[in-house]
């Protein structure tokens, strides 16, 4: 019976001192207004040999954890149609002339980023997001081309905005 009452009562100081520990972590403070670095961009070439996607990955800081969307997420206003349709802003650019023009393509770079985790309540948040991307547009001759990103949290907080580097495409087979 002595053994059983020791090992109660161990239990139970474990138990207190994992909830103590648990209670006394820090979490990271960031604002509310999520913000983005660009972390790293990596080409998907086709079968041919060509350019054809790429792996857009950003990081990301959120002071109050509220960073993407669930399935289901589509009524107003995060209904389609809406600006707040896409939680991530993707714009394309090539470099004609030596210069960088945003280019309208048929075809939107924009993404709806999914929650990030629905068990964290209110607390700051960090991590990478990636997105896959169309990067050749084959109506153009031009082989240099980057992006302009921004994202928006559930709150309609809008990020800072980045560009990524010159990004040189392979449009030979």
Request: charged letters at 25%; hydrophobic letters at 35%.
């Amino acid at each position: 019976m002595r053994l059983t009452v020791k090992k109660t009562i161990l239990w139970i100081v474990a138990v207190v001192i994992t909830a103590f520990a648990g209670g006394c972590t820090k979490h990271e403070s960031y604002p509310v207004e999520p913000h983005i670095d660009f972390y790293s961009f990596t080409k998907i070439p086709n079968n041919y040999k060509v350019d054809d996607k790429g792996i857009l990955n950003i990081s990301f800081t959120d002071g109050d954890g509220d960073i993407g969307f669930d399935q289901g997420d589509t009524l107003p206003p995060y209904n389609y149609g809406s600006p707040y349709y896409y939680n991530c802003y993707i714009d394309y650019f090539e470099k004609r002339n030596g210069k960088f023009e945003k280019i309208d393509l048929q075809i939107t770079n924009n993404a709806r980023i999914p929650k990030v985790n629905a068990d964290l309540p209110q607390r700051g948040i960090r991590g990478n997001i990636e997105v896959e991307l169309f990067i050749n547009n084959v109506l153009s001759p031009y082989d240099t081309i980057k992006f302009s990103v921004y994202i928006i949290d559930r709150a309609l907080h809008k990020s800072n905005t980045i560009e990524t580097p010159e990004i040189v495409i392979d449009k030979t087979p």
